[in-house]
């Protein structure tokens, strides 16, 4: 079983910036990437950004420029710092952890989300 879990949610005034985390544990051998979705009301869910064991990255148009995604391997953990926030930005923000577990198979597991507004 694993378990994730975010923090770091909360409003922000436009332009602003926030920092969001989110720890894996549980029965986890490896981690293979970790990353960040989203979905704001009435939209569908889209990839943030997302990072490898190695630190590659991949982010959406919309998160250049503006987001930055970091690991820290030995605390299974990922950040997204979001700077230069936009009404727009706002979501419930979800952390995804692929990763090897039980019987060296590859899962997948997604937190709850943690919500981001950012409204004057």
């Known amino acids: 079983q694993v378990q994730l879990v975010e923090s770091g949610g909360g409003l922000v005034q436009p332009g602003g910036s926030l920092r969001l985390s989110c720890t894996a544990s549980?029965?986890?051998?490896?981690?293979?990437?970790m990353g960040w979705y989203r979905q704001g009301p009435g939209k569908e869910r889209e990839l943030v950004a997302v990072i490898t064991s190695t630190g590659a990255t991949n982010y959406a148009d919309s998160a250049k420029g503006r987001f930055t995604i970091s690991r820290d391997n030995g605390k299974n953990t990922v950040y997204l710092q979001m700077n230069s926030l936009k009404p727009e930005d706002t979501a419930v923000y979800c952390c995804?952890?692929?990763?090897?577990?039980?019987?060296?198979?590859?899962?997948?597991?997604w937190g709850q989300g943690t919500q981001v507004t950012v409204s004057s």
């Open positions: 995804t952890v692929y990763y090897t577990g039980a019987y060296y198979k590859t899962y997948d597991y």
């Open positions: 549980g029965s986890i051998i490896s981690i293979n990437s």
